[in-house]
């Protein structure tokens, strides 16, 4: 194949992929200016055949057939309800910078069509929570997942906010050695789960409070029955302390909110016409007692007697 030809064919994928979709098509007039416009010369046998090349090669490339054959691109590799679900997601979280958020947009755009891409550009409405500024995080969450595929121990600083909001760093600049296992996404935030060494038990860390990520020549530190979905499952908002077994009583109308929050696989047994036990591993935290504290009686804790005195403590505490 000539360099023209060459040049011919990817000039044809060019417009069908940016100019047509369902509801927009090109026809072989259409495609011969396009070309013209780039100093091609050609003929229609040029098109029917250059198509035919690119069917071959499979791109799907739908003809609608008439006294002017049309043609568009039909399936592709994100179809327009996917591409609005991940721009939507992209608007909205609260990782993502303002500036990144319209970098990613802008490369969402390029997977359609650009009358479909003006689809993707409309307002999303956040909780209020404001987007970070720290674009580094990117670059953290990269080298965390491949300390965690390639099994290799990391070392990093920490930081907080003095009351004036400034940034410090933690320890004065201690640097944490950590084995990650996992990253879990939970409440629009990142944390890193694995064992630190520092604190000689497993540990989690807000990924965009950790700055300096760099390998560490220590000794990775395995555990093969880390579970991260029973790790978010049972430590409630990422306050891992230990766990223990509760046990639930419940009104029958609140069965929907103890699956989302520990799954179908949830033991659970009638009690009465009006209420199921649910027994639960949680670790008794704050964030637990508050989504008991929600549902203003349905859900009750039964025991152990010492969950249960933890969690009048706090009520009383939050009373006054």
Not at 75 to 101: G, I, M, Q, W
Not at 144 to 168: D, L, N
Not at 251 to 276: L, S, W
């Amino acid at each position: 194949m000539t360099s023209e030809n060459q040049q011919r064919l990817l000039l044809l994928l060019q417009l069908l992929l940016t100019q047509t979709d369902e509801t927009h098509y090109v026809s072989v007039a259409d495609i011969l200016r396009f070309w013209e416009a780039h100093d091609i010369h050609a003929n229609r046998k040029n098109v029917y055949r250059d198509i035919q090349l690119l069917i071959d090669f499979g791109v799907d490339i739908i003809c609608i057939r008439s006294m002017q054959n049309r043609y568009f691109v039909g399936s592709r590799l994100f179809e327009l309800p996917e591409l609005k679900l991940l721009a939507d997601a992209v608007a909205s979280s609260h990782l993502v910078t303002e500036k990144k958020s319209a970098a990613l947009l802008q490369k969402l755009s390029r997977l359609t069509s650009v009358h479909n891409a003006e689809y993707l550009s409309r307002p999303v409405y956040m909780d209020g929570t404001a987007k970070p500024d720290n674009e580094t995080i990117y670059y953290a969450i990269d080298a965390i997942q491949t300390a965690i595929h390639e099994k290799q121990s990391i070392s990093f600083q920490y930081y907080e906010y003095t009351p004036k909001k400034e940034k410090v760093l933690k320890h004065k600049g201690y640097r944490y050695v950590f084995s990650p296992y996992a990253l879990i996404w939970n409440r629009d935030f990142y944390y890193a789960m694995g064992w630190s060494t520092k604190h000689g038990k497993l540990a989690q860390f807000r990924v965009d409070r950790m700055t300096t990520i760099q390998q560490s020549d220590a000794e990775y530190i395995a555990d093969p029955s880390f579970d991260p979905a029973g790790y978010v499952r049972e430590g409630f908002g990422m306050y891992h302390d230990e766990t223990h077994r509760v046990t639930l009583l419940c009104e029958n109308h609140t069965m929907k909110n103890v699956i989302d929050h520990f799954g179908e696989a949830v033991y659970t047994t009638p009690a009465d016409p009006r209420h199921f036990r649910a027994a639960v591993d949680v670790a008794p935290s704050p964030p637990f007692f508050a989504w008991v504290f929600t549902f203003g009686g349905g859900i009750r804790i039964e025991g152990p007697a010492d969950v249960l005195a933890e969690m009048k403590d706090m009520a009383a505490w939050l009373n006054g």
